[in-house]
């Protein structure tokens, strides 16, 4: 009866995964949601450019957001997401600017900041995001240029003046963004500066570090795929004076050609790549055309380095659109798949990859995001999740390696498997980066993060590693609710997508008790049974705290884990 269950849901979900898969053979795109805080900056850029040329496409993003407005005068990241501060602060700028000041949304930001003044907005956005200004300096420039905030004085100014050095010096200069910001960093450090007391040493960067932001601006205009970065930046130069600049043209272009029907943006283009990989392991050995595939996924290498980030030629993004920049994550996801497809079949775009990943270790022995170095601001810090996916992607291709290539992934290896071993809790978890949970009290999910490393990490032969998936096992063993699933943390109620993550996880222990593993399966059963399996679920964690959900994270991270859960149970019977 299990087995037919099984069986069921596979061929279910995987005749949905090869529905969403384009006609022409090319990779997944998926579909983020649609987000008030990309929909709300976007309509902003759009009245800071020529409110009267884009009238159409400022009020059917107006309406969108009218629509999405919650009861108590709110919004959050996503339609499926809780009251959001930001959110809710960006949306309120941009309906004050067009005129239609939600009133409900007063209360709530008086709540929420203690008071609706300058000072109570800029201490309560700067005390909410910390040290990190990649987020909270646009917030707050955006919200005086909409005339929410009534004097520039206290608003933070960023030293744009820095982005005309060598980028290979930015990891020692103490940024305050992250490394993926700095068309903010220009921006907004030029508005403010416009705003504030004129400096003339300062003023002299000015056209220096505009040709900066034309050097990072792909051709299309849209930064990283972003429509929230690319609206700050255009807000930002036409509050300076700079609206026919090429960069606030090619920016409105972006954001023009990327609205969508009923008026709103999602947070970034797509994740086409990341969900290909995502899609190639869940399917396995059923995934068709697979040399086409492989080719498609080697094509997306980078073959130069990247004007954005500066990192070297050979990682991946997590799109292959040309806002992408390469990636840990991404690249090591494309490792992964290409090994599923290829068989172990070595190349030089894999050669290429797996010295990008050692290129980008950090002094800690873990890995970054974006770039190495960069330690001092969250999303720029080496991560757990992310070190295991590079593991994974060493342990397979290691025997498949030239000698030389295969020694430094065996020393890069030892070096993040002693990271990761400091950064295990006491508890057995591990917090990922960019992924969360916005029902836990402080929004981490070390379910998450600590079923992707036990997964990752449980088919490596070492002791550290083995000590360390014991350990991770008992915590998601802990964490398990009384229905069967997961949430992001203990006692937190059971997601779909994070109960998949753990069953994958438990599923390659040996010593796990069946019945925990059956438990789980039922609890997606009921889900699947109830049609509630596809449901969105806003795990995803994007540029500074901003949530999303993503259609194919519940397709592929469910079939996933029932493929691995079918593996544990005809093992389970051989050895009987």
Known sequence: MQEEKIHKMIDYLSGELIDKRPKDGGLWSGYL???????????????????????????????????????????????????????????????????ETPEPTKAFLNDKFGGISDAHIIEGVLKYYGKDLTFSAPILVMCALAGVISSWKNIPQLPFELSVLPQKLFRFLRLPVVSYAIPALIAVGILRYKK????????????????????????????????????FVAMCMCGAGYGDHEAVRKGIGFLTDTVRKDGSWPIDTNLAAWVTSLSVRAMGENIPDRLNLANQIKQ?????QHPFTGAKE?????????????????TSGALVALYDLSNGEMSPEIEKGLEWLLSLQNADGGIPTFCKGWGKLPFD??????????????????????NALKKKCDNGANRMLRWMKKKQSPEGCWYPLWFGDQDAQDERSPVYGTALSVEY??????????????????????????DGG???????????TLTARALSALSTIDNVEESILDNAFNFLYLKYESKKILKPEPIGLYFARLWYSEDMYNITFVLNALNAYKKKLSQTKIMV
């Open 33 to 99: 949601s649609s987000s008030a805080i990309s929909t709300s900056v976007a309509v902003f850029a759009l009245f800071m450019s020529n409110k009267d040329k884009h009238q159409s496409g400022i009020e059917n993003g107006v309406a969108w957001l009218k629509k999405t407005m919650l009861e108590d005068g709110s919004w959050g990241d996503s339609p499926e997401s809780p009251s959001n501060m930001t959110a809710t602060l960006l949306t309120f700028a941009t309906l004050t600017a067009v005129g």
């Open 486 to 496: 997961w949430g992001g943390a203990i006692g937190v109620r059971s997601k779909v």
């Open 381 to 402: 810090r080496s991560s757990p999740d992310i070190t295991a996916h590079a593991l994974l992607a060493f342990s397979l291709w290691r025997d498949h390696l030239p």
């Open 300 to 304: 997306n290498a980078f073959k130069c």
């Open 314 to 330: 050979g990682g991946w993004g997590w799109t292959n659109l040309p806002g992408a920049a390469p990636d840990a994550d991404d």
């Open 457 to 482: 990490l449980s088919g490596i032969d070492h002791p550290l590693a083995e000590e360390m998936v014991a350990k991770g096992a008992s915590f998601l063993l802990s964490a398990q609710n009384t």
């Open 196 to 231: 504030g007391s004129k400096n003339l040493l300062r003023e002299k960067f000015i056209p220096g570090s505009l040709k900066v932001l034309i050097k990072l601006q792909p051709k299309h205009g849209g930064f990283l795929e972003a429509a929230p970065l690319t609206s």
